[in-house]
């Protein structure tokens, strides 16, 4: 039986090694991953008719939304990105995201929108949220950067209206996460 101190140790030596085959992707692997992603997104998006999808910018070699972003503009529909909430620690709100919306750089070196309360949609409006995620294995889990931000934000999601699905490369996945009590399993994970 694994004691919460492994537990953690075996998690976090699982996010430097697939962070790190994750970084040694090359450029055109990088790019044909993101094509595949958007297909599947685009696809699974006009079958549920989502009009408001929560994406995230890539980083740290994760799969490029970009690509997916723009083509959702072009359909006219509407593109939240995540933003921490200045008061709910380890909380995040949804901003709309358009191509002229103010960024700034967040404590993560991430970029974010500017916070306007005016642009922030709440959780139970949202049609997909499409998650970040360092590994996950074939039951849904998900592994993340360690921070808790997405799990906080899926804590119920099944109480909501969105449907939470996990974005990755196929060297992500691992046969079996060890899992924590507070970790929120996908309903599903698109594979680049």
């Given at each position: 039986?694994?004691?919460?101190?492994?537990?953690?140790?075996?998690r976090q030596q699982l996010r430097q090694h697939i962070r790190e085959t994750r970084q040694n992707l090359t450029a055109l692997?990088?790019?044909?991953?993101?094509?595949?992603?958007?297909?599947?997104?685009?696809?699974?998006?006009?079958?549920?008719?989502?009009?408001?999808?929560?994406?995230?910018?890539?980083?740290?070699?994760?799969?490029?939304?970009?690509?997916?972003?723009?083509?959702?503009?072009?359909?006219?529909?509407?593109?939240?990105?995540?933003?921490?909430?200045?008061?709910?620690?380890?909380?995040?709100?949804?901003?709309?995201?358009?191509?002229?919306?103010?960024?700034?750089?967040?404590?993560?070196?991430?970029?974010?929108?500017?916070?306007?309360?005016?642009?922030?949609?709440?959780?139970?409006?949202?049609?997909?949220?499409?998650?970040?995620?360092?590994?996950?294995?074939?039951?849904?889990?998900?592994?993340?950067?360690?921070?808790?931000?997405?799990?906080?934000?899926?804590?119920?999601?099944?109480?909501?209206?969105?449907?939470?699905?996990?974005?990755?490369?196929?060297?992500?996945?691992?046969?079996?996460?060890?899992?924590?009590?507070?970790?929120?399993?996908?309903?599903?994970?698109?594979?680049?």
């Amino acid at each position: 039986m694994q004691t919460p101190s492994s537990t953690a140790q075996l998690r976090q030596q699982l996010r430097q090694h697939i962070r790190e085959t994750r970084q040694n992707l090359t450029a055109l692997q990088q790019q044909q991953a993101a094509q595949r992603i958007t297909q599947q997104a685009l696809s699974f998006i006009e079958q549920h008719q989502a009009r408001n999808i929560a994406l995230y910018l890539a980083v740290d070699g994760e799969i490029a939304t970009q690509p997916l972003i723009e083509q959702l503009w072009q359909q006219g529909k509407n593109v939240y990105l995540p933003v921490l909430h200045p008061f709910c620690k380890r909380h995040l709100l949804f901003l709309h995201y358009l191509p002229d919306t103010p960024m700034k750089q967040n404590k993560y070196g991430i970029f974010e929108p500017h916070l306007n309360v005016q642009n922030v949609l709440p959780l139970e409006q949202l049609d997909v949220i499409f998650t970040p995620l360092v590994a996950f294995d074939k039951q849904g889990n998900r592994l993340g950067m360690g921070g808790g931000f997405y799990d906080r934000t899926l804590q119920h999601w099944q109480q909501q209206r969105f449907i939470p699905i996990g974005l990755a490369h196929q060297c992500q996945q691992v046969d079996a996460l060890p899992v924590e009590s507070w970790d929120m399993p996908l309903e599903r994970i698109f594979m680049g």
